[in-house]
């Protein structure tokens, strides 16, 4: 299982560090990344880092705001969101394919776990 945390409210120009954890594991060898939903909206890629080689994609509206990252154990995943604007507000899930395909996770979605998410949101 996955768990995040960090989401919370923060002003238009703010950060905020999101950390997902898997229960009794580590990321090693796995594929993973960070998604966005916001009602009404379909879900959005934000970032994703293949845990093996350190490879990192970013969509366009996060690239140079967020960095992506884990600690040296990779026992967590990070996303680091600076310079936050309101269309960032979303519930933020992250996700992790012990397979490794990173390719499928960041152009399908495909993943093999998905934590619930959690909420960011971004005041004018």
């Known amino acids: 299982q996955l768990r995040e945390v960090g989401g919370g409210s923060v002003q238009a120009g703010g950060s905020l560090r999101l950390s997902c954890t898997a229960s009794?594991?580590?990321?090693?060898?796995?594929?993973t990344g960070w998604f966005r939903q916001t009602p009404g909206k379909e879900r959005e890629r934000v970032a994703a880092l293949f845990m093996v080689d350190g490879k990192e994609f970013y969509s366009d509206s996060v690239l140079g705001r967020f960095t992506i990252s884990t600690d040296k154990e990779k026992k967590t995943l990070y996303l680091q969101m600076n310079r936050l604007t309101p269309e960032d507000t979303g519930e933020y899930f992250c996700?992790?394919?012990?397979?490794?395909?990173?390719?499928?996770?960041?152009?399908?979605?495909?993943?093999?776990?998905w934590g619930r998410g959690t909420q960011v949101t971004v005041y004018p």
């Open positions: 009794g594991s580590s990321f090693h060898g796995f594929a």
């Open positions: 996700v992790a394919d012990r397979r490794g395909y990173l390719r499928q996770l960041w152009d399908r979605s495909l993943a093999d776990h």
